[in-house]
């Protein structure tokens, strides 16, 4: 499996504080069953950003002490980039990191209370550079809790999203985990990404949210997030969904009725 989005680069942002945690997070992660993980810092406008060459400078230090801890795992840079309107100004000037560093994806990232207005105009032209906008964890943002709707409406525009393994386990609370669990089952999610920032406390991190993955989606829809749609990402290609996108709706919840899925009631394409 690859890890599109982490926070493993010590001493860079809100994540891994030291090598040696970042070490831990990593081997926490490669016995969940990650191969591959992409490096994602929290990349910001303005004059201290954490720029593209500092990125690959850290990642190959990382890269060096995974190696040298025998931790059978390949790292990658990337960036979690925080959207701003001249973010295409900045891509197209090669400041601002690609998953991977291959060029073609970019992670977005939105404020979580609110959904900026030139938020479309941004995508819109990343698209029109040649780059494809990855939205990190569309669950958690309030605006598309309230109003899920735009996410299927950029999924139909080829903005790509990618769901935080965490929001199943509830960490970022019922709406977050249960917007995550809509979006899985209207076949909305093409990536996957621990968003891990520290080590976790539990025994089989992320086994059971990569489970409860699973058991919405099945097992075919689960290689293509965890695996063959990260492998086109990094190679370049295409990441293409053959259908039209739909949403699944929710209704009332019935009197004792409390499952998710005993509210679904309409899809909306």
């Given at each position: 499996m690859i890890d599109i989005h982490s926070h493993i680069l010590p001493g860079v942002d809100d994540g891994s504080k030291s090598m040696a945690e970042t070490i831990e997070i990593?081997?926490?992660?490669?016995e969940a069953g990650f191969k591959t993980i992409i490096a994602t810092p929290h990349v910001l406008e303005g004059k201290d950003y954490l720029r593209s060459a500092d990125i690959r400078a850290i990642t190959d230090q990382v890269r060096f002490q995974v190696a040298a801890a025998e931790i059978q795992v390949k790292i990658l840079p990337g960036a979690e980039n925080y959207i701003f309107p001249d973010m295409a100004k900045w891509a197209r000037d090669g400041k601002l990191m690609t998953l991977g560093d291959a060029g073609k994806y970019l992670l977005v990232e939105l404020p979580l209370l609110e959904i900026p207005h030139y938020t479309d105009q941004v995508f819109f032209e990343l698209q029109v550079l040649g780059l494809t906008p990855v939205l990190a964890h569309p669950e958690r943002y309030k605006g598309l809790v309230e109003e899920p709707e735009r996410v299927l409406d950029w999924a139909k525009k080829g903005i790509l999203l990618q769901l935080d393994l965490r929001s199943l386990s509830g960490k970022y609370g019922p709406q977050a985990k249960g917007l995550a669990k809509r979006l899985l089952?209207?076949?909305?999610?093409?990536?996957?990404?621990?968003?891990?920032?520290?080590?976790?406390?539990?025994?089989?991190?992320?086994?059971e949210e990569l489970r409860s993955v699973q058991g919405i989606v099945g097992e075919k829809k689960f290689g293509e997030m965890t695996l063959l749609n990260p492998q086109r990402m990094l190679e370049g290609e295409v990441v293409q969904r053959i259908g039209e996108y739909c949403l699944m709706g929710v209704g009332r919840e019935k009197k004792g009725k409390r499952g998710f899925w005993s509210r679904i009631s309409k899809i909306l394409c």
């Open positions: 990593v081997r926490q992660l490669q089952g209207s076949d909305l999610i093409h990536f996957m990404g621990s968003d891990a920032h520290r080590v976790s406390q539990r025994e089989g991190a992320y086994g």
